[in-house]
């Protein structure tokens, strides 16, 4: 099992930045690849970005325009997601997911381990 927790999610203003944070435990860190979704109010949770077990190499929706970037440390144990240029359109709760068997994916189903999420809201 792989116990995953995120943090970092808080109430910005339009044009600001947000730093997210995902700390993984009960598995071997390096072995997992490693997935941001978000789930907006009343919308299906969707693809953020995802990042290789090495950190080698990083994946990102489209339509995110460049604005987010992924990150691990695997001595911490941690992937990160740092957020700028943040509009009220990324509003939404931010989910980490893992997976040992999979080296890259966009899909919610190939992702087995979830973390509970964090909030973030961004004002305009």
């Known amino acids: 099992q792989v116990q995953l927790v995120e943090s970092g999610g808080g109430l910005v203003q339009a044009g600001g930045s947000l730093r997210l944070s995902c700390v993984a435990s009960?598995?071997?860190?390096?072995?997992?690849?490693m997935g941001w979704f978000r789930q907006a109010p009343g919308k299906e949770r969707e693809f953020v970005g995802s990042?290789?077990?090495?950190?080698?190499?990083?994946y990102y929706a489209d339509s995110l325009l460049g604005r987010f970037t992924i990150s691990r440390d695997n001595a911490k144990n941690t992937v990160y997601l740092q957020m700028n240029s943040l509009g009220p359109e990324d509003t939404a709760v931010y989910y980490c997911?893992?997976?040992?068997?999979?080296?890259?994916?966009?899909?919610?189903?190939?992702?087995?381990?979830w973390g509970q999420g964090t909030q973030v809201t961004v004002s305009s």
């Open positions: 997911a893992a997976n040992s068997r999979i080296t890259n994916s966009a899909r919610r189903s190939d992702y087995l381990y």
């Open positions: 009960g598995r071997t860190f390096s072995n997992l690849f």
């Open positions: 990042i290789s077990q090495s950190g080698a190499r990083k």
